[in-house]
């Protein structure tokens, strides 16, 4: 009888081993000529949810959050970068860790802080916590708790989009991004999503947040293929692309033309981009599968880091009292989201018998009455 090999097959040891070269130098293409003000509200929001998270991890520190928590330190340009690729009326989904994607969209930061704290002005009422982060207004469908469930929803958001435009003719053209970490590549939904989406030629762009290493096994050691995962895609149709997620101008000038076919041809796209976090998979996470000296290495690819230099230095766009003032005004508005969630009310006992079903029915439960709760403060 034979034994397996521990050895997992096409496994690359160096794949998250050998950073690249420091970024934020010229030359750029699409984002290079982009107006500088552009560039700047790209640091401003990437210093939000820098921040934003470090006052995130201060607070479930002192237990002020509770539930699991996961941080997006080191994934800033994943969220930027797209976002300014695409419309505001683009639907969007992703997983649980989606605090960036939030912040990034448009939620103030007041209701995602909120939605943190289980308050009652959070973006879900404070009934969804860290992993469901809603925000219809600004077309964010989530903040899903179940590995790789999103992907499914991704899909049929895109079908509904391009079912208005093709069937009804009540909408533009649009494209849908569905966000996702490496190690949902592994479970059943993603690849019948996949299937969906190659079959029907759904607009919808599944992108793999690919920090290398699920929730805490190296991807090599767990995926296969993980040295190219386009193929996976390639397998139902799906052209994809590999992109730098660490430099958001760099992201943004690959992903832009890209998303427009996806748009202008109503077709599924599938992008492998390479990041890295910071921070353990959670707050829990001891982080015993890597070292500190890794995770240094790629700090030197900050993307905080890369743009800043790059107005500063490159396009001599932005001082260091213009970056001084930045960093200072972010830090008020992530302080003051704290105290806002802090003095905001705790939901009603009721709220737990409310929006459970979207057209609740007289006798529903025989102990219970199934309502509508209070409005959304987000709607």
Request: aromatic share 10%.
């Amino acid at each position: 009888m034979t034994t397996m090999s521990s050895k997992p097959a096409a496994a690359n040891s160096n794949l998250y081993r050998s950073p690249t070269p420091v970024g934020g130098k010229a030359p750029y293409t699409l984002s290079a000529k982009l107006p500088v003000e552009t560039l700047k509200s790209w640091l401003h929001d990437l210093m939000l949810i820098r921040e934003f998270e470090l006052k995130t991890m201060a607070a479930y520190q002192q237990a002020k959050i509770g539930g699991f928590c996961h941080i997006y330190i080191g994934q800033e340009a994943c969220v930027v970068g797209p976002f300014a690729a695409i419309e505001k009326t683009d639907p969007v989904v992703t997983a649980y860790r989606d605090h960036g994607h939030a912040l990034a969209r448009g939620m103030s930061p007041e209701a995602c802080m909120a939605e943190m704290f289980g308050k009652a002005t959070g973006c879900a009422k404070g009934k969804g916590g860290s992993m469901h982060m809603f925000d219809k207004p600004n077309w964010l469908f989530g903040g899903h708790g179940i590995v790789g469930a999103q992907t499914a929803l991704g899909a049929g958001l895109a079908f509904a989009a391009k079912y208005e435009w093709e069937v009804l003719k009540t909408g533009p053209k649009k494209v849908c991004l569905a966000y996702l970490g490496d190690g949902a590549l592994n479970q059943g939904c993603f690849h019948e999503a996949l299937n969906l989406a190659g079959l029907y030629s759904l607009p919808v762009i599944f992108i793999v947040e690919n920090n290398g290493y699920s929730m805490g096994t190296a991807i090599e050691r767990g995926t296969t293929m993980a040295h190219n995962l386009c193929l996976k895609a390639a397998g139902y149709g799906i052209d994809g692309i590999q992109i730098e997620g660490m430099d958001v101008m760099s992201l943004y000038d690959q992903f832009k033309p890209y998303a427009d076919e996806c748009r202008e041809k109503q077709k599924p796209g599938f992008v492998d981009l390479k990041t890295y976090r910071y921070q353990g998979h959670s707050m829990s996470d001891p982080q015993k599968y890597r070292t500190k000296e890794e995770v240094a290495a790629y700090q030197e690819r900050d993307p905080v880091m890369l743009l800043s230099n790059y107005l500063l230095n490159e396009r001599k766009a932005l001082t260091e009292a213009d970056y001084q003032a930045m960093q200072t005004k972010v830090r008020d508005a992530v302080r003051a989201s704290v105290d806002f969630a802090e003095a905001s009310p705790v939901p009603e006992l009721s709220e737990l018998y409310t929006d459970v079903y979207a057209e609740p029915m007289p006798n529903l439960s025989p102990t219970r009455e199934y309502t509508h709760g209070a409005k959304n403060p987000l709607l």
